[in-house]
């Protein structure tokens, strides 16, 4: 088996009007003219956290958890055994600059609550005190290529014979003063990973290596504001492993030459 080999047991969606992967697949490839894609207020379920848990989280944090439930549920996966990886580009930025506008501009003393939820790993944190998980948990950033680092990461863990782990990648809009003009909606995938096995379905089973971005065909369209979140190939991968069929994702679209997850590599 190669070390940066895995078979994806189970996979989490959520996007605002599009709860889950059914739903997203569902989708049309095009909007009639006049029709634009969902774009009402929604919010994700989160079940996996406790009510009172629940109202004190960012929606960052919400989405995380309500795709990691999927992943573990889809995958069959013990949620107090598995290790997170959680992969965000910005983290809890809103949280962060919300205690900094009360400490600069209202002279406020900071929430506590806010305080604790502002770390790059609060969803982590939230979704291992809810499942009652006591497995190792990493989150990181890398950019535009937090998908790839996050890969990168879980199938090293998975080589190391660390059992199921399950990648978490979720983005929300910037606020300002930090987005400066640029908008995207918010998006939430989680992947339920393990070592691969005789008898996998052929088109979970992950390799992941280096090559030419160029030279991978296109994406199914998406709305232009998902196509912009930093986190978005993300989105190509979780559907083609929706789809069942051998294929080949890159994982670092904005590089010339970045990390490919090749479909259907076998074990």
């Not at 929604?42 to 999927?70: G, H, I, N, Y």
């Not at 604790?116 to 890398?142: D, K, M, Q």
């Not at 030419?212 to 912009?228: F, I, N």
Request: aromatic share 6%.
């Amino acid at each position: 088996m190669s070390a940066l080999a895995f078979t994806v047991r189970g996979l989490g969606f959520w996007t605002p009007g599009y709860p889950d992967l059914a739903a997203w697949r569902a989708r049309p490839d095009t909007w009639p003219e006049g029709q634009a894609p969902p774009t009402e207020p929604s919010a994700p379920k989160a079940e996996l956290l406790p009510p009172m848990m629940r109202r004190r989280t960012s929606l960052l944090t919400r989405m995380a958890a309500e795709v990691a439930a999927q992943a573990l549920q889809d995958g069959g996966v013990d949620r107090a055994a598995a290790t997170l990886v959680y992969g965000s580009v910005y983290g809890e930025i809103r949280t962060t600059l919300d205690l900094l506008a009360a400490l600069l501009v209202a002279g406020e003393p900071l929430s506590p609550t806010k305080f604790h939820n502002s770390v790059h790993n609060t969803a982590a944190g939230y979704v291992s005190i809810a499942t009652g998980n006591r497995a190792g948990n990493a989150a990181l950033s890398a950019g535009r290529s937090t998908l790839a680092m996050g890969l990168v990461e879980c199938a090293a863990l998975v080589a190391a014979g660390e059992g199921d782990v399950v990648l978490v990648i979720a983005e929300e809009p910037l606020p300002e003063p930090l987005a400066a003009g640029r908008r995207w909606d918010p998006f939430a995938a989680a992947f339920a990973l393990s070592a691969p096995v005789p008898g996998d379905m052929p088109a979970r089973t992950c390799r992941l290596e280096h090559g030419p971005s160029d030279m991978l065909p296109a994406p199914r369209p998406v709305p232009a504001a998902l196509a912009e979140n930093p986190c978005a190939a993300a989105l190509a991968l979780v559907e083609a492993l929706a789809a069942g069929a051998p294929a080949r994702i890159a994982l670092e679209p904005h590089l010339a030459v970045g990390w490919q997850c090749t479909l259907g590599a076998g074990a």
